[in-house]
């Protein structure tokens, strides 16, 4: 008996000490461990990465040479030689009126404000940050990564190019008749009460489109459809150019427009990659993606040059490829490489209809094809990109891939062109009747338009012989 309790004691003992033993290492073991998942933690804590910070601002850079000069030289080459420096000056007058807006008042409204869908914050923002008030360089916003952050000023200047090559695609629609100053108050009064809430309801949080699950990837119905309804109304607005449809009033050099149009692909190129916010593999997709959509439009166009009028010109195949890039900018994240080209050729067809037919068939004087090419590219890429996105298509739809339905997205991103039409029209046909209230008239003298816009309004010719 005594041997039996001596050896249960000395059993309880070693196993008491064992057990402290256990415990003593699976306390030394632990630290490492905790110290790892700190370290993870740590690294998924929001940050601002230099890649994509550098990423960002030559993408904002590109976007800015796809107006300045890229926009000026393709519609410059596309108008008759007395107007050519009449168009530089517009887009590029444009563009600096609209970057001072934007700086003033157009990010405040269109990107800050409340996010609970509450009153009017599903339409417009507020004057929190008027002058940009509050935005420093230790200032950031979201990406679409947990992980990343982005200088906000870096946004604030990412999405000024946008406001402003959207307002400037206007001008090609009343090239060579609207009088300098009514342009530009027209085009200030647009911005701010189409650009900035459209711009808001499609990319703010708070935004009425955004919360409805609209996809727009980089401006398909903010910048595209929104600007190719303005020019549409402005056009119908103004009236046609002296001798439209009576004599021929073809473009004076489309080597201008050649070049214009190279420079307007390159540009896309920081347009559409850069619309990810960050420099990762996505951002290649979406750069392919704006090579791929925009070379199959270019293709296709010149072949429905080819087989209805018996040839296939230098003009077709630059447009083709800008309704392609049209098309594919709001999918231009949620394609993939098939439906991009897909995308990109169905568009071509149906702007070359637009541009041939459509404008033909209603007489209306939309002088460089605006609405045909951009309003009705955005809203092909709008409605089509609810197609291109199905995961099972090769698309990069949001959220639970499964879940995704092409016919309900289609039944959304319908509804966000809708508004957006409705929205850009009015807005547009109330501004050009404020302005021809104020400028007594929105087109120049009879004599000035023959003469020529460049001699008339601004007192210079482009061509010396």
Same mark, same amino acid.
């Not at 727009?216 to 119908?236: E, M, R, Y």
């Not at 920081?270 to 199959?296: D, K, M, V, Y």
């Given at each position: 008996m005594t041997g039996l309790k001596t050896s249960k004691l000395l059993g309880g003992t070693l196993l008491a000490s064992l057990a402290m033993s256990v415990a003593a290492f699976?306390?030394?073991?632990? /630290?490492?461990?905790?110290?790892?998942?700190a370290a993870v933690a740590a690294e998924v804590v929001p940050h601002v990465d230099k890649g994509d910070t550098?990423?960002?601002?030559?993408?904002?850079?590109?976007?800015?040479?796809?107006?300045?000069?890229?926009?000026?030289?393709f519609y410059g080459g596309l108008v008759r030689s007395?107007?050519?420096?009449?168009?530089?000056?517009?887009?590029?007058?444009?563009?600096?009126?609209?970057?001072?807006?934007?700086?003033?008042?157009?990010?405040?409204? /269109?990107?800050?404000?409340?996010?609970?869908?509450s009153g009017l914050s599903n339409f417009i923002g507020d004057f929190s940050k008027f002058f940009l008030v509050g935005i420093g360089p230790d200032s950031t916003t979201t990406t679409f990564s947990a992980a990343f952050l982005l200088?906000?000023?870096?946004?604030?200047?990412?999405?000024?190019?946008?406001? /402003?090559?959207?307002?400037?695609?206007?001008?090609?629609?009343?090239?060579?008749?609207?009088?300098?100053?009514?342009?530009?108050?027209?085009?200030a009064i647009w911005f701010t009460f189409s650009y900035i809430p459209i711009a808001h309801m499609v990319w703010y949080s708070g935004g009425l489109l955004f919360k409805m699950g609209a996809y727009?990837?980089?401006?398909?119905?903010?910048?595209?459809?929104?600007?190719?309804?303005?020019?549409?109304?402005?056009?119908?607005v103004l009236g046609p150019r002296l001798g439209y449809l009576k004599e021929p009033i073809a473009p004076h050099n489309l080597v201008l427009t050649y070049v214009g149009a190279g420079l307007l692909?390159?540009?896309?190129?920081?347009?559409?990659?850069?619309?990810?916010?960050?420099?990762?593999?996505?951002?290649?997709?979406?750069?392919?993606?704006?090579?791929?959509?925009?070379?199959?439009a270019a293709l296709v166009w010149i072949l429905c040059e080819k087989i209805s009028r018996g040839?296939?010109?230098?003009?077709?195949?630059?447009?083709?490829?800008?309704?392609?890039?049209?098309?594919?900018?709001?999918?231009?994240?949620?394609?993939?490489? /098939?439906?991009?080209?897909?995308?990109?050729?169905?568009?071509?067809?149906?702007?070359?209809?637009?541009?041939?037919?459509?404008?033909?068939?209603?007489?209306?004087?939309?002088?460089?094809?605006?609405?045909?090419?951009?309003?009705v590219g955005g809203i092909v890429g709008a409605l089509g990109t609810a197609i291109v996105a199905t995961p099972s298509l090769g698309g990069y739809a949001l959220g639970d891939a499964a879940a995704y339905s092409w016919t309900g997205q289609f039944l959304i991103q319908l509804e966000a062109v809708a508004i957006a039409v409705v929205w850009s029209g009015v807005v547009a046909f109330v501004a050009l009747m404020i302005v021809k209230v104020v400028f007594g008239g929105l087109r120049v003298a009879e004599s000035a338009e023959s003469d020529g816009l460049d001699i008339a309004t601004h007192g210079e010719h482009a061509y010396n012989s």
């Open positions: 699976a306390q030394d073991a632990a /630290a490492p461990a905790a110290d790892a998942v550098a990423w960002m601002l030559v993408s904002t850079m590109a976007v800015i040479v796809m107006t300045v000069p890229g926009l000026a030289l007395k107007n050519v420096l009449s168009v530089l000056t517009q887009v590029f007058a444009g563009f600096a009126m609209i970057a001072l807006l934007w700086v003033a008042y157009g990010y405040t409204l /269109a990107f800050n404000g409340a996010t609970d869908g200088p906000e000023m870096v946004f604030v200047i990412f999405q000024l190019t946008f406001a /402003a090559i959207t307002a400037t695609l206007i001008v090609g629609a009343i090239a060579e008749r609207m009088k300098f100053g009514a342009l530009l108050a027209f085009l727009d990837f980089a401006g398909g119905t903010v910048v595209h459809i929104n600007s190719g309804v303005a020019a549409l109304v402005a056009c119908l692909w390159f540009g896309w190129f920081g347009f559409n990659a850069g619309s990810n916010l960050e420099a990762n593999g996505l951002t290649a997709i979406a750069l392919l993606n704006t090579i791929t959509a925009p070379a199959a040839h296939a010109s230098a003009l077709g195949a630059v447009t083709g490829a800008v309704a392609g890039l049209v098309a594919i900018t709001p999918a231009a994240g949620f394609a993939g490489v /098939a439906g991009a080209m897909v995308l990109g050729g169905v568009a071509s067809v149906v702007c070359f209809w637009a541009v041939v037919s459509l404008k033909a068939m209603f007489k209306y004087d939309d002088s460089l094809d605006v609405f045909g090419v951009h309003g």
